[in-house]
């Protein structure tokens, strides 16, 4: 069985751009979560899908954080435009049963 | 508003030391409490889950205790090995979140051969 994939593993951008990053869950997990660690802090939770629909947003740090989950299968985070705080490693997760999450190895984005 | 901690924030012991991790948090209504290793610019490997109910749980040589009530969790690691170096993460899921982690920010480990 294939595990959470992320993509791209690595993205360097200037600030003012826009990058899209994409999560691919575990084929039937209805619920996905993205998690974001920044430097010298702790991995936190920025919101959860359950298939296509936002169950929990309260992590997002500010509106040019767009995440979306087409038909419930892969999701995509959207940083428009991108500051140099946004640099860090962007984790996703997918579990069937809330509980047991499987986590993505991340992508690390890192904004000049 | 839960806060996780983990303490120390970096360790190193020579090979064959146990190790002793300490993660503790600040509301005791949880729903379970997991423990994961991370790699250097891997994902995030879970090691030991403990529900609310149990006190702790076993994998070889990684042992988890629980202590709900005084809110804390500890990790020890029998027998350290080098392939033990990696970053120790503690987190929490609330019971009414959802099943959203929070998590401290981390043990750094280094066992010296």
């Known amino acids: 069985e294939a595990g959470v994939t992320q993509f791209p593993s690595h993205s360097v951008i200037e600030k003012g751009q826009t990058v899209t990053l994409r999560c691919d869950p575990i084929s039937g997990h209805d619920n996905l979560y993205w998690y974001r660690r920044v430097m010298g802090k702790e991995i936190k939770f920025l919101l959860h899908?359950?298939?296509?629909?936002?169950?929990?947003e309260s992590g997002m740090p500010n509106n040019r954080f767009l995440a979306e989950r087409t038909g419930g299968t892969y999701s995509t985070l959207k940083v428009q435009p991108a500051e140099l705080e946004d640099s860090g490693v962007y984790f996703c997760?997918?579990?069937?049963?809330?509980?047991?999450?499987?986590f993505g190895p991340g992508t690390r984005l890192t904004v000049l | 508003k839960q806060e996780v901690t983990q303490i120390p924030a970096a360790l190193s012991v020579p090979e064959g030391e146990n190790l002793v991790l300490n993660c503790s948090f600040t509301?005791?209504?949880?729903?379970?409490l997991q423990w994961f290793r991370q790699d250097p610019g891997k994902g995030l490997t879970s090691l030991l889950l403990i529900q609310s109910s149990q006190r702790e749980q076993t994998s070889g040589r990684l042992n988890a205790s629980l202590d709900k009530s005084s809110g804390r969790s500890t990790l020890y690691i029998a027998a350290s090995q080098p392939g033990d170096s990696a970053t120790y993460l503690c987190?929490?899921?609330?019971?009414?979140?959802?099943?959203?982690?929070?998590f401290g920010a981390g043990t750094q480990v280094v066992v010296t051969p």
């Open positions: 997760a997918s579990s069937q049963d809330l509980y047991t999450q499987y």
């Open positions: 899908f359950v298939k296509e629909s936002k169950q929990d």
């Open positions: 987190a929490v899921v609330a019971t009414d979140s959802w099943g959203k982690f929070q």
């Open positions: 509301d005791s209504a949880i729903y379970n």
